[in-house]
Nanobody, 130 residues
Framework: QVQLVESGGGLVQAGNSLRLTCAVS??????????MAWFRQAPGKEREFVAA????????DYAHSVKGRFTISRDSAKNTVYLQMNNLKPEDTAVYYC?????????????????????WGQGTQVTVSS
């Protein structure tokens, strides 16, 4: 069983930064065999894609609304994925979820922006005040 635990959320003023962390555990988990992503869900809205990194770690993808402000990265030694969020805006307010998807070696360069991930964390709240 794979478990994902997010942390790093909080209340910040617009223009400031936060870094979210997703720690992944599981006795069979190998980060190179898993694509990772961040999604978010604002009040009254559907959950949406934010950022993704491929199983190899060499490819990333971002939602248009966060491109240039957010950066997804990972530390393979720690089985941890990060989301650095800069120049935050009130519209970034949401619960942020980390997700994990097992992939074949041949799919190592692919990023996945849809929600068909295998495992999800519980989420961490990010609130941006104006």
């Amino acid at each position: 069983q794979v478990q994902l635990v997010e942390s790093g959320g909080g209340l910040v003023q617009a223009g400031n930064s936060l870094r979210l962390t997703c720690a992944v555990s599981g006795h069979t988990f190998t980060i190179f065999q898993h694509a990772m992503a961040w999604f978010r869900q604002a009040p009254g809205k559907e959950r949406e894609f934010v950022a993704a990194v491929s199983g190899s770690g060499s490819s990333t993808d971002y939602a248009h609304s966060v491109k240039g402000r957010f950066t997804i990265s990972r530390d393979s030694a720690k089985n941890t994925v990060y989301l650095q969020m800069n120049n935050l805006k009130p519209e970034d307010t949401a619960v942020y979820y980390c997700a994990c998807k097992q992939v074949r070696a041949s799919e190592g360069e692919t990023t996945y922006t849809t929600q068909d991930y295998d495992y999800w964390g519980q989420g961490t709240q990010v609130t941006v005040s104006s």
